[in-house]
Nanobody, 113 residues
Framework: QLQAFGGGLVQAGGSLRLSCAGP????????LRWYRQAPGKEREWVAT???????KYADSVKDRFTISRNRAKTTLYLQMNTLESDDTAVYYC?????????WGQGTLVTVSS
């Protein structure tokens, strides 16, 4: 069971780092992703790291957010800088493996202006 954590209340311009971890190391990873869902909106893609380490970001977070993982490959991170009120959402991690995809329980990020 994946779990995202690290959310909270932060002022606009501030930073947060989200983490996502499961009960152990995941085998056969194809891609790691972060998504978010703002109140009243559909879930949207935020960032992807594929198995070779290359990354992609949604235009709305490019140059502000960074997706990474630890050396042991057991924890996925999302470093969020220069947060804006539009970043307020529940953030979810998603792991795609050769066996299928799993979603983590979300963590709420609230950015106050």
């Amino acid at each position: 069971q994946l779990q995202a954590f690290g959310g909270g209340l932060v002022q606009a311009g501030g930073s947060l780092r989200l983490s996502c971890a499961g009960p152990g190391r995941v085998i056969g990873i194809k891609a790691l992703r972060w998504y978010r869902q703002a109140p009243g909106k559909e879930r949207e893609w935020v960032a992807t790291m594929i198995s070779n380490g290359s990354v992609k970001y949604a235009d709305s977070v490019k140059d502000r957010f960074t997706i990474s993982r630890n050396r042991a490959k057991t924890t996925l991170y999302l470093q969020m800088n220069t947060l804006e009120s539009d970043d307020t959402a529940v953030y979810y991690c998603n792991i795609e493996t050769v066996y299928g995809a799993s979603w983590g329980q979300g963590t709420l990020v609230t950015v106050s202006s």
